[in-house]
C-alpha cells in the first residue's frame, strides 16, 4: 500500500503541473495569435452602423468650388460643391488609412502621411497609393445633402 503522504505530494505536482503547463500553453496562444494578426491585419470597420441614406449638411454650408469634411457612420467623408454637382469621396487615404485634406486651390487631395495626392474624383495622381478614394452617393433633398453608399454592381 502507498504512503498515503506520497499519494498527496504526487498528486500536488501533478495538479501544478498542469497547471503550469495549461498556463504556459494560453500564454503560447494569445502570443500566437498576435503575431497573426499583425502578419494578416483585419479590414478596418468602424462600430457604428449606417444607416443606407444620412443627412451630413446643408446645401448653403457648402458654396460651388468649395468642400467640407462630414462625418457618415463615423467615417470622415468630403463633400465637394463642384461645377458638375457634388461629390462625396471618403476621406481616408487607401494606402494607409490617414486623414486626407482637399486643396481647394489646386483641386487635389494630400495625404499628409506618404504625400500621397489624388484629384477631385479620388483618382490617384501620385505617391504610394494604389487605389482611388471609394466614392459614396451624394443627393440633394429640400435643400438638404443627403450621403449613402454606393451599391456595387
Known sequence: MKDPESVATSDRRRFLGRLLGGALGLGLLGMLSAVVAYIFPPHRRFATP????Q???QLREIPP???KQVLFGGE????LHLREGLIALSAICTHQGCIVNWDEQRGTFTCPCHGG???AHGNVLA???TRPLPQLR???IQEEIY??????G
Open 50 to 53: 449606417v444607416r443606407r441614406r
Open 55 to 57: 443627412r451630413v449638411a
Open 65 to 67: 468650388g468649395k468642400g
Open 76 to 79: 470622415p467623408v468630403w463633400v
Open 117 to 119: 495626392r489624388f484629384d
Open 127 to 129: 505617391g504610394l497609393p
Open 138 to 140: 451624394a443627393e440633394v
Open 147 to 152: 450621403l449613402a453608399r454606393r451599391e456595387d
